[in-house]
C-alpha cells in the first residue's frame, strides 16, 4: 500500500504531543533526570523548570541522611592558624633613632647613621655624684685679694696686691676702669669724672677704687694727678666703647663708609645694650642722607629694623627698593628675600632669590643665600650646587676670610644634611684654615666624629668650641657624644646648658633630652621635656618621632598623629613609617592594609635593613598574606643571612604553606641559638608536635536516635531525642531534677568541646522554657561510695535569662557561679566552646561565646587520669517544663597512640 507523506508526518506529531502532555502530567511522580553527555560531545537536552506552586513540601533533608550508619567524621586537625593557636614571635622593641647633631643630616638619611638598639640603662641622677667640672665656683671665691692702688693716694684698708687669681686680667678690663701709675701699683675701679668721655690731657681723675674680689669700693672716691699716671682706661663695657667710638666719627660727606660701619658695630651691640640700637638707627639715617645713592646704606637700616622687630618698616624699605632705583641690585632682591623666608612667604622667597642670582652671575651674595635658603628648608641637594656655585665667586682678601669661611661652613653642612660624611669632614676642615676661630666649622667637625660613632673625638672637638665660646650646637653635640659613651650626667649637664642659648632652637636641646631621660627610664621627665620642645616648635620631625614612639609604646590613641607629623616633616623618614606600621599592627584588622602601605614605603627608604623586613613580614602574616610574609622574610635573609626574625618567619611560611620538614627545620636552626626568638621557636616545636597528637570528632546528628556513645539521662516525663538534625532535650518535670544528654571522654584526651545550643520559644507543650539550661565539662569521681563533681567548667543560662559561668576547681568547693556579661534570649542560638591549653605543663581554660573570649583563667586539674563528662543539661522544678536543643558537637582530643 502506497503511503503519502501528510498522513504520516501527522500520526507522528500526534505521537509526540501526546508524550509530552503524559509526561507533564505525570511530572510529580517522576524525578527530574540528570542530563548526560555522550563521549565525543553531544547536545543536553533541555530541562523544564517545574512549577514550585504545585509542588508538595518536601521533607527536611535530614530525612535523607543514613538513619543507622555510624558518623565517622574523626580527622586529624587542620593546621595552627595565627592567632591563639600559633602566636607570632615578639622580636623585642623596635630600635631607638638617636637625636641628630647639629649641624647634621636630614631625617631620610637618619637611619643611616643613628639607628640605636633600644636599650634602657636605668641612672638615677639625683643619687649621682656632683660632676667636678664647673669653672669657678668655691675656688674662686678662696682666691686672695687683689693689692690696688698707689701708696700716696690708696684709701685706709685698701688692697696692696696685684689683680687677684680668680679673675683675669680680661676680666678685669672688663669690668673695670684702670689707671697704670707711674710708680705704685695699678688701680682698678670706676672713673667717676663727669665728662670722662672728653677728658683734657692734664685733667685730673676723680677716681673710685673698687675690691675687685667683692666687687666693692673702698672709702670714698679720691682725686689722681693726671701727671702721675702714664695711661687711664675706660671699663671694655659696651656703654663706653660705644661712647669712645661716637666722638671718633664725623658727619661729613664722603665719611659715609665709616659711619656705616660705626652703626653696624652699634647694631652688634643692640642685644647688651639697648641703647645701641638707637645709636645704630641714628648713624645709618644720617649716612643714608649723606649718600642716598649707596644700597648700602638702605639695606643697613633695613638690618636695623629687621633686629628691632619692625618687620613692617623693613618690608616697606626694600620693596621701595627693589621697585625704585635698586631695582637691578642683587643685593636688595637678597634682604628682601631673607625677611620674606623670616616671615614664611617661602614662595616669594625663593623667587626673589632666584631673581637675585640671575641678576648678578657672579656675585657670590644671591648664591649664598639662595643656598642657605634651601639648607634652611630641607633641600640639601639643591644647596649643594648653590653653594658650590658661589665658591667659584667667593671674596678675596683679608676681609673675605669671614664669608670664605660662611660658605665651605654652608656647603659642608648641604654634604653633612645628605650624610656625605668624607666631604663634610673634609670641607669643615677647609674652612678652620680660612678661619681657625670659626665656631661652626669646629662643631660641625664634631658631629661628623659622632656620626662615625667616634664619640671620644666629638666631645674633645665640642669641648675645644666651649672653651672658647660655648654655643647650643657644641653643648648638643658633646651631650650627644657623652650619651653614647655613657656619662648620663655629663650629658645632661651639657644639654641643659644648650637650653636658652638658642632660643630658636631649644627643640634640638630638649629633644635630645627626652631622650637621654627615655634612655636612662625616666620616661615622664622624657614627656615633659618633649612637651616643652613642641612648643618651640610643634613642627619638629624629632621630637614628634620621639613623642609619637613614647605614646605608641604606652598604647595611647595620639601616637598617630604624632607619627604621621613626623613622617610627613619628611618623606623619607624611614623609622617614623615604621613606627606607624608597629602601630597600625596592635589595630583592627582593617588596619593591617595601612601597616602595609607604612612598611612598603620604609623599605623602599631603608631595603638594605633585615629588621624593617622581618617586621613587614609579620604584618603581613597578622594579615593572612603568607606569600607576601615569605617575600619579605626572603628578602630580609638577603640582606643579612643570619637574621633570626626572617629565618624563623619563613619557617612559619613553610608551616602554613605545608611544609613540615622545611617548617622544621627552619625552626631547629633558630632554637639552637640563644635568645628570645631561640624560645619562641621551641615554643612553636613543641605546639606543633602538641597540636598534631590530636585529632577532632564532629557529630552533626544525622540521624534518628542518639547512638555514638551518647548518654541520655533523663526523668519520667522528661525525653532526649533527634529530631531534625538535631537533639532535643524537652519535656514536663515530674518532680525536681536534672536531664542531660553527656558523653565520657578520657580526662588526659580532651581539648576542646564546641556546640550550638539554643532555647527555644516553647518545646512540646508550648510553653516557655522554665529550666535553667548548662553546657559543661565536669570530672565526677566516687569517694566513700558517693559520686563527687571534683571539677566542672561550663556556661549556665538560668530559667530568668542571666548567663553565669560554672566554674569549680578541684581545690574550692564552694565557687559561685559568675555572672557573665553575655545577652542569650529564647529562640537564639549560642556557639559555645570550652577549651584546654596544656601548654607548658599548666593546664588553663577558656570560655568562648559566638567566638568571643568571656573567660581566659581557668585552671584545668593537672592529672590525666580519670573521665570528663562532656554536654548538655536542663534542671528544674516539680511541675515546670523544659526545652533545649543543642547541634553541631565538635570535640578535639588526643589522638589513641
Given amino acids: 500500500m502506497e503511503l503519502r507523506r501528510e498522513p504520516v508526518l501527522f500520526f507522528l506529531t500526534a505521537a509526540v504531543v501526546g508524550w509530552c502532555g503524559w509526561s507533564l502530567y505525570s511530572d510529580s511522580a517522576s524525578p527530574i533526570r540528570k542530563p548526560t553527555l555522550k563521549k565525543g560531545g553531544g547536545e543536553v537536552p533541555d530541562l523544564r523548570v517545574p512549577d514550585l506552586t504545585k509542588m508538595p513540601v518536601p521533607a527536611r533533608p535530614d530525612l535523607r541522611r543514613d538513619l543507622y550508619g555510624e558518623p ?13 593557636g600559633l602566636p607570632l614571635p615578639e622580636p623585642g622593641p623596635y630600635p631607638w633613632v638617636a637625636p641628630p647633631p647639629v649641624p647634621g643630616p636630614v631625617p631620610s638619611v637618619w637611619h643611616r647613621f643613628l639607628r640605636t638598639p633600644a636599650k634602657v640603662e636605668a641612672f638615677d641622677f639625683a643619687a649621682a ?14 682666691a686672695p685679694p687683689a693689692n690696688v692702688g698707689p701708696d700716696s693716694a690708696a684709701p685706709a684698708g685698701a688692697p696692696a696686691a696685684a689683680p687677684q687669681a680668680g679673675l683675669s686680667a680680661e676680666e678685669l678690663e672688663r669690668r673695670y676702669d684702670h689707671l697704670v701709675p707711674r710708680e705704685g701699683l695699678e688701680m682698678w675701679g670706676k672713673v667717676k669724672n663727669q665728662n670722662k668721655y672728653d677728658l683734657k690731657e692734664d685733667e685730673a681723675i676723680l677716681f673710685q677704687q673698687y ?10 672716691p679720691y682725686t689722681v694727678e693726671r701727671a702721675k699716671l702714664l695711661r687711664v682706661t675706660l671699663a671694655r663695657t659696651v656703654r663706653n666703647q660705644l661712647e669712645q667710638r661716637k666722638r671718633k666719627v664725623k658727619w661729613v660727606a664722603g665719611n659715609e663708609g665709616q659711619i656705616r660701619e ?29 649718600a642716598p645713592s649707596d644700597p648700602a646704606n638702605s639695606l643697613g637700616l633695613g638690618q636695623l629694623l629687621e633686629s628691632t622687630f619692625r618687620y613692617e618698616e623693613a618690608w616697606k624699605l626694600y620693596r621701595d627698593m627693589t621697585d625704585g632705583a635698586f631695582k637691578a641690585s642683587a643685593d636688595a632682591w637678597v634682604a628682601l628675600a631673607s625677611l620674606e623666608s623670616r616671615l614664611h612667604l617661602m614662595a616669594d622667597a625663593q623667587a626673589h632669590l632666584e631673581k637675585a642670582a640671575s641678576l648678578e652671575p657672579q656675585n657670590y651674595r644671591p648664591k649664598l643665600a639662595l643656598g642657605e635658603f634651601y639648607l634652611s628648608g630641607g633641600r640639601p641637594d639643591r644647596a649643594l650646587e648653590t653653594l658650590e656655585a658661589a665658591i667659584r665667586f667667593e671674596p678675596q682678601g683679608a676681609e673675605g676670610v669671614p664669608m670664605r669661611a660662611r660658605i665651605r661652613r654652608r656647603l659642608a653642612e648641604a654634604q653633612l644634611a645628605l650624610g656625605q660624611l668624607d666631604a663634610a669632614a673634609e670641607t669643615f676642615t677647609k674652612s678652620r684654615t680660612v678661619a681657625a676661630d670659626d665656631p661652626g666649622a669646629t662643631v660641625g667637625l664634631a658631629a661628623v666624629a659622632l656620626l662615625r660613632h667616634k664619640a671620644k673625638d666629638a666631645v674633645a672637638l665640642a669641648g675645644e668650641q666651649i672653651a672658647r665660646k660655648p654655643t647650643a650646637a657644641a653643648y648638643v653635640t658633646r651631650g650627644l657624644a657623652q650619651i653614647e659613651l655613657g656619662d648620663f650626667l655629663a650629658a645632661k649637664n651639657d644639654l641643659e646648658a644648650a637650653v636658652g642659648l638658642d632660643p630658636v632652637r631649644d627643640v634640638r636641646p630638649l629633644s635630645a633630652l627626652a631622650y637621654l631621660y627615655l634612655r636612662t627610664g625616666h ?10 620642645a613642641l612648643l618651640n616648635d610643634p613642627g619638629d620631625a624629632y621630637a614628634r618621632y620621639l613623642m609619637g614612639r613614647i605614646q605608641r609604646d604606652r598604647g595611647q590613641a595620639s601616637a598617630a598623629e604624632s607619627l604621621q607629623r613626623a613622617s610627613s616633616v619628611d618623606l623619607g623618614f624611614v623609622d617614623a613609617l615604621v613606627e606607624l606600621g608597629l602601630l597600625r599592627t596592635t589595630e583592627e584588622l582593617t588596619e593591617l592594609a595601612d601597616a602595609e602601605r607604612y612598611f612598603t614605603k620604609a623599605v623602599e627608604g631603608d631595603g638594605s635593613s633585615a629588621e624593617i623586613h622581618g617586621r613587614r613580614g609579620l604584618a603581613q602574616l597578622q594579615a593572612n598574606q603568607v606569600r607576601r610574609a615569605r ?12 637574621h633570626q626574625l626572617c629565618k624563623l618567619g619563613l619557617a612559619i611560611c613553610d608551616y602554613l604553606e605545608d611544609n613540615g620538614m622545611g617548617a622544621r627545620k627552619g625552626l631547629r636552626d633558630v632554637a ?9 621557636a621551641l615554643d612553636a616545636i613543641e605546639r606543633i608536635e602538641t597540636h598534631e597528637k590530636k585529632e577532632e570528632w564532629t557529630d552533626a546528628f544525622e540521624r534518628q536516635s542518639l547512638r555514638a556513645e551518647w548518654n541520655a539521662t533523663a526523668l519520667q516525663g522528661m525525653r532526649a531525642t533527634v529530631q531534625g538534625g538535631e537533639v532535643i532535650l524537652e519535656g514536663d518535670y515530674p518532680s525536681s531534677g536534672e536531664a542531660s544528654v553527656t558523653r565520657d571522654l578520657p580526662a588526659a584526651h580532651f581539648r576542646i568541646l564546641e556546640v550550638d545550643l539554643r532555647v527555644p520559644v516553647g518545646g512540646a507543650s508550648k510553653v516557655p522554657n522554665q529550666a535553667d539550661v548548662s553546657f559543661f565539662v565536669k570530672r565526677v569521681e566516687t569517694r566513700q561510695g558517693r559520686q563527687i563533681t571534683s571539677f566542672e567548667v561550663g556556661i549556665l543560662r538560668e530559667r530568668t535569662g542571666a548567663v553565669k559561668l560554672r566554674y569549680k576547681d578541684a581545690n574550692d568547693d564552694a565557687s559561685p557561679n559568675i555572672e557573665l556579661p553575655v545577652s542569650w534570649p529564647e529562640g537564639t542560638t549560642l556557639h559555645l566552646r570550652i577549651e584546654r591549653d596544656d601548654h607548658d605543663n599548666a593546664p588553663m581554660g577558656r570560655i568562648l561565646v559566638n567566638g568571643e573570649v568571656v573567660r581566659a583563667d581557668l585552671k584545668f586539674p593537672r592529672g590525666a587520669s580519670g573521665q570528663f563528662t562532656l554536654g548538655v543539661s536542663a534542671a528544674s522544678d516539680t511541675g515546670r517544663s523544659a526545652s533545649v536543643a543543642f547541634d553541631n558537637v565538635r570535640i578535639v582530643r588526643k589522638r589513641d597512640q
Avoid at 660632676?131 to 678662696?142: F, R
Avoid at 674680689?213 to 673702698?218: Q, R, S, V
Avoid at 639552637?672 to 619562641?680: E, I, M, W
Fill in 72 to 84: 565517622k567524621d574523626t580527622r586529624p586537625l587542620p593546621k595552627l592558624e595565627i592567632g591563639a
Fill in 129 to 142: 655624684p656632683a660632676d667636678d667640672g664647673n669653672v669657678g665656683g668655691e675656688a674662686a671665691a678662696a
Fill in 211 to 220: 675690691d675687685v674680689k667683692n666687687d666693692k669700693p673702698f672709702g670714698a
Fill in 262 to 290: 660705626f652703626a653696624m658695630q652699634c647694631l652688634e651691640w643692640g642685644n647688651e645694650e639697648p641703647a645701641a640700637f638707637a645709636e645704630a638707627e641714628r648713624q645709618l639715617r644720617k649716612a643714608l642722607e649723606l
Fill in 523 to 532: 620616661v615622664d621627665d622624657a614627656v615633659s621635656s618633649l612637651e616643652k
Fill in 631 to 642: 617575600e619579605s622574610f626572603s628578602g630580609g635573609l638577603k640582606v643579612d643571612k643570619d
Fill in 672 to 680: 639552637d641559638r640563644k635568645g628570645a626568638l631561640a624560645d619562641y
